[in-house]
């Protein structure tokens, strides 16, 4: 597992024994001349999610799993930037899923946005129909395409990363259904709805 604690807490939840994540922050490789790194024959599969520690270590020991064990290569979601601070833009998840990728020369299953295996697992779960769902997010690339394309409402919030302009940009081609500047704008419906 390449990623953070919300990761590892996911797979014990259920039941899915790991290794990696970050207990590997400070992990390192000594280069040295007839070196191969040992790894984990018997890994299944290798999932990737945002990670504030990746290393060189986590990235050659993902890629012995993948290209050695033939394990299943797993992606969190794609996103190229994140907002960490409000300062700048970050290396989002893309970022690390990227860098499994081009050491591989595989394409990861996308489990995240906009992948529509987690919204198809909440509706069957929960008992309810995807039109009677809006997803609401940030950007236009993950949030709303994921909206989009799995059947749900769509509103995006310009809060994050996608901004007005881009948003009314004549090279954008992801609409989404509605769109506000805050998010407390949602309390103002809901009571709304409730009146």
Same mark, same amino acid.
């Given at each position: 597992?390449?990623?953070?604690?919300?990761?590892?807490?996911?797979?014990?939840?259920?039941?899915?024994?790991?290794?990696?994540?970050?207990?590997?922050?400070?992990?390192?490789?000594?280069?040295?001349?007839?070196?191969?790194?040992?790894?984990?024959?018997?890994?299944?599969?290798?999932?990737?999610?945002?990670?504030?520690?990746?290393?060189?270590?986590?990235?050659?020991?993902? +890629? &012995?799993?993948?290209?050695?064990?033939?394990?299943?290569?797993?992606?969190?979601?794609? #996103?190229?930037? /994140?907002?960490?601070? =409000?300062?700048?833009?970050?290396?989002?998840?893309?970022?690390?899923?990227?860098?499994?990728?081009?050491?591989?020369?595989?394409?990861?299953?996308?489990?995240?946005?906009?992948?529509?295996?987690?919204?198809?697992?909440?509706?069957?779960?929960?008992?309810?129909?995807?039109?009677?769902?809006?997803?609401?997010?940030?950007?236009?690339?993950?949030?709303?395409?994921?909206?989009?394309?799995?059947?749900?409402? +769509? &509103?995006?919030?310009?809060?994050?990363?996608?901004?007005?302009?881009?948003?009314?940009? #004549?090279?954008? /081609?992801?609409?989404? =259904?509605?769109?506000?500047?805050?998010?407390?704008?949602?309390?103002?419906?809901?009571?709304?709805?409730?009146?």
């Amino acid at each position: 597992m390449v990623g953070d604690v919300g990761i590892l807490e996911e797979l014990d939840l259920k039941g899915i024994s790991h290794i990696g994540g970050p207990s590997e922050a400070g992990k390192t490789i000594d280069l040295v001349p007839g070196y191969a790194l040992p790894h984990d024959e018997d890994v299944g599969a290798v999932v990737v999610g945002f990670d504030r520690h990746i290393n060189y270590y986590k990235i050659q020991y993902a +890629t &012995l799993c993948i290209r050695e064990s033939n394990a299943m290569f797993i992606g969190t979601n794609p #996103d190229a930037v /994140t907002h960490l601070t =409000d300062a700048q833009e970050w290396a989002g998840n893309g970022s690390m899923v990227g860098a499994i990728k081009g050491s591989t020369k595989r394409e990861p299953v996308i489990v995240g946005k906009p992948n529509g295996f987690m919204l198809d697992n909440i509706a069957s779960t929960q008992g309810i129909d995807k039109s009677e769902i809006t997803m609401v997010g940030d950007r236009l690339d993950t949030d709303i395409l994921f909206g989009k394309d799995n059947g749900t409402n +769509t &509103l995006l919030v310009l809060t994050g990363v996608t901004t007005e302009a881009e948003l009314k940009s #004549d090279s954008n /081609t992801i609409v989404p =259904d509605a769109y506000t500047t805050k998010l407390a704008d949602l309390l103002s419906v809901g009571s709304q709805v409730a009146a």
